[in-house]
C-alpha cells in the first residue's frame, strides 16, 4: 500500500524557512516522480514542485522558483521541499503526491502538512 | 501558469446527473490529453478519480466520467449519491514538467 507521510510544518514569520519532509512507503521510491502541491486556506489546489526520480532534475511553478528547493534521498525514501524568504502567502497545507510511470497524474496524495503564517 | 477554470459551484438531485467544466487555453488542456479529476472532502487530501482525460483509476466507480474537447474539459458524476458531495479540482498538465490546477467547484447534493 502506497503511503506517503509529510512532517516538518509550523509557525513561520515572513523571511523565514522551513524544510517539509515526505517519508515514502509501499512502492519503489527512486523509480517515480514526486511531487509538492499546495492549498492556502480557503482556496484551491496550487502545484509547487516536482523532481525526477534520479533527483536530476526539478521543476517549479514561478511563484516559488528561487525560493524553494525540492530534493530527495532515495536511500531514505524521503521527499524534501525547502522553503527560504518565507511570505505570508506561502502560508498553505502542502501536500506531497506521487506522480505514476507516465507522470502525466497525480496518483496518491499524503495527508498533508500545514504552514501557518505567524503576522 | 493561470488557474483553470471551473464554476464555482454546481448542484444537483440523488440520482440526477452533473457536469464539471474547466476550461484552460491551447498551452495546457488543448495542448495535452493529460487533464485529471480530484475530488476533496472537508480537511481530507485530494483523490484521484479521472486522469488522462477520461481513464478511471480502480476503485472510482464508472458514474464517474470525463472528456475533453479543445481547450475545455469536463467531469460528468451521473447517479447522483449523498457521498459525492465535495471539491472538486481540474488539473492538466502544461509541458516541461510542470502542471496547473483549476480554481475548485463545490458540488452540493441536494
Known amino acids: 500500500e502506497v503511503q506517503l507521510l509529510e512532517s516538518g510544518g509550523g509557525l513561520v514569520q515572513p523571511g523565514g524557512s522551513l524544510r517539509l519532509s515526505c517519508a515514502a512507503s509501499g512502492f519503489t521510491f527512486s523509480n517515480f516522480v514526486m511531487s509538492w502541491v499546495r492549498q492556502a486556506p480557503g482556496k484551491g489546489l496550487e502545484w509547487v514542485s516536482a523532481?525526477?526520480?534520479?533527483?536530476?532534475?526539478?521543476y517549479y511553478a514561478d511563484s516559488v522558483k528561487g525560493r524553494f528547493t525540492i530534493s530527495r534521498d532515495n536511500s531514505k525514501n524521503t521527499l524534501y521541499l525547502q522553503m527560504n524568504s518565507l511570505r505570508a502567502e506561502d502560508a498553505a497545507v502542502y501536500y506531497c503526491?506521487?506522480?505514476?510511470?507516465?507522470?502525466?497524474?497525480?496518483?496518491?496524495w499524503g495527508q498533508g502538512t500545514r504552514v501557518t503564517d505567524s503576522s | 501558469q493561470s488557474a483553470l477554470t471551473q464554476p464555482r459551484s454546481v448542484s444537483g438531485s440523488p440520482g440526477q446527473s452533473v457536469t464539471i467544466s474547466c476550461t484552460g487555453t491551447?498551452?495546457?488542456?488543448?495542448?495535452?490529453?493529460?487533464v485529471s479529476w480530484y475530488q476533496q472532502h472537508p480537511g481530507k487530501a485530494p483523490k484521484l478519480m479521472i486522469y488522462?482525460?477520461?481513464k478511471r483509476p480502480s476503485g472510482v466507480p464508472d458514474r464517474f466520467s470525463g472528456s475533453k474537447s479543445g481547450n475545455a474539459a469536463s467531469l460528468t458524476i451521473s447517479g447522483l449519491q449523498a457521498e459525492d458531495e465535495a471539491d472538486y479540482y481540474c488539473c492538466s498538465y502544461a509541458g516541461s514538467y510542470t502542471w496547473v490546477f483549476g480554481g475548485g467547484t463545490k458540488l452540493t447534493v441536494l
Open positions: 523532481i525526477s526520480g534520479s533527483g536530476g532534475s526539478t
Open positions: 488522462d482525460v477520461s
Open positions: 491551447s498551452s495546457d488542456v488543448g495542448g495535452y490529453n493529460y
Open positions: 503526491a506521487k506522480l505514476p510511470a507516465t507522470a502525466t497524474t497525480f496518483d496518491y
